[in-house]
């Protein structure tokens, strides 16, 4: 199970826990959508995320993409060794850029 | 992503080139097709001589089998992998994978044994070895949690060290989301144990591994996978072992592991 908490503000951040599969991919990508909305930047906090598999992280790419397409950048922040692996297999940096990583 | 008018999806085949019996058989794909086995079994041979991998991208008499077509020796045999990829192809600035790469992975994978592809008695063979931990079944997108906190729990019980605990979760995960996806929507999840390994066998009754979810446009969060479940998978155990037709696909992953925290 996925649960998100979003902090307001200029540059929102969304704070994620739990596990980002096929059957949560939808919450995430909906949860993401309504945060960005009239926002230039989001950030997405990934310290509570315990497993996240291919469908998670491709759909990840694919929001970072489509938002930068429409002028918005998502930056992600506190990858856990897990998902940072699972990242590295997927060339997630290569497809979304390293400036998209933030500390 | 642009694609020929027809609306066939890309396939994968894969056929056999035994050297003692001088045969070629087909493992994966319609067994019925008619394959130019004398000239095929010609190419095995030159692989096998070479004791190198070749792919030919489709100007040899191996064309009819795909238009990428890699012959991989194995000791006295030799696996031929193709793909037909039906006028599919990756435009420029789709982040998905492409399908030589697809292929290349596929091919190198069966070239280091990390991949084998099983015939119906080898399949029947495999799936005696070891002892029965858990199964489940897996029918909806809620199930592969509970497919993964299944297998966590399972091996934590048998003293499997955290690693490969999570390895497998993972591999796990990404087989059955395939399933759910591609292989007709439900199957199931066993996990054994054998004298030195893990062993998941994830099975289907679905149509057989096509590789439409590869080059299809993207439709919702599974088309976002981006092909890379497989690689996932064999990027992390030690030996993948698929069996897939008409009558389903049967996915046998393996990882040794250590006791202990």
């Known amino acids: 199970m996925l649960h998100t908490k979003v902090e307001p503000g200029e540059v929102p951040v969304i704070n994620l826990s739990g596990e980002i599969d096929l059957d949560s991919a939808e919450t995430f990508r909906w949860v993401v959508g309504e945060t960005v909305k009239g926002a230039r930047e989001a950030i997405i906090d990934f310290a509570g995320v315990t497993f996240i598999d291919s469908s998670g992280t491709g759909l990840l790419v694919r929001l970072c993409l489509d938002l930068r397409a429409q002028g918005a950048e998502l930056r992600l922040r506190n990858v856990p060794p897990p998902v940072a692996d699972v990242f590295a297999t997927m060339k997630v940096k290569e497809l979304i850029g390293e400036q998209a990583f933030v500390d | ?261």
């Not at chain 2, 095929?40 to 008499?61: E, G, K, P, T, Y």
């Open chain 2, 1 to 261: 992503m642009t694609r020929a008018a027809d609306t066939s999806p890309a396939t994968l085949r894969v056929l056999r080139y035994d050297a003692r019996r001088r045969a070629v058989t087909i493992v994966v794909g319609d067994r019925t097709i008619a394959v130019p086995r004398r000239a095929l079994a010609r190419l095995a041979r030159d692989a096998m001589q070479r004791d190198s991998f070749i792919c030919h991208a489709a100007r040899s008499a191996a064309d009819v089998l795909g238009d990428e077509v890699c012959f991989v020796p194995q000791g006295g045999r030799c696996e031929i992998v193709a793909i037909q990829t039906n006028g599919w192809r990756r435009h420029h600035g789709d982040h998905r994978r492409g399908l030589v790469e697809i292929l290349s992975d596929i091919a190198a994978a069966v070239a280091r044994s990390s991949l084998r592809f099983l015939d119906d008695d080898e399949l029947a063979a495999e799936l005696e070895r070891g002892d029965e931990i858990l199964a489940c079944s897996v029918d909806d997108s809620a199930s592969l949690a509970r497919a993964r906190s299944a297998v966590a729990m399972g091996l934590e019980r048998h003293g499997v060290d955290p690693d490969s605990r999570h390895t497998m979760q993972l591999c796990v995960s990404e087989a059955t989301t395939n399933m759910l996806m591609h292989g007709g929507g439900s199957g199931t999840m066993q996990l054994r144990l054998l004298d030195d390994r893990l062993r998941a066998v994830v099975a289907d009754r679905g149509p057989g591994l096509d590789f439409l979810n590869w080059v299809g446009p993207p439709h919702g969060p599974a088309q976002a996978s981006m092909g890379y479940g497989y690689k996932i998978i064999l990027d992390n155990l030690e030996q993948v072992l698929l069996h897939t037709g008409s009558e389903g696909t049967t996915l046998v992953l393996d990882r040794t592991f250590t006791t202990g925290d």
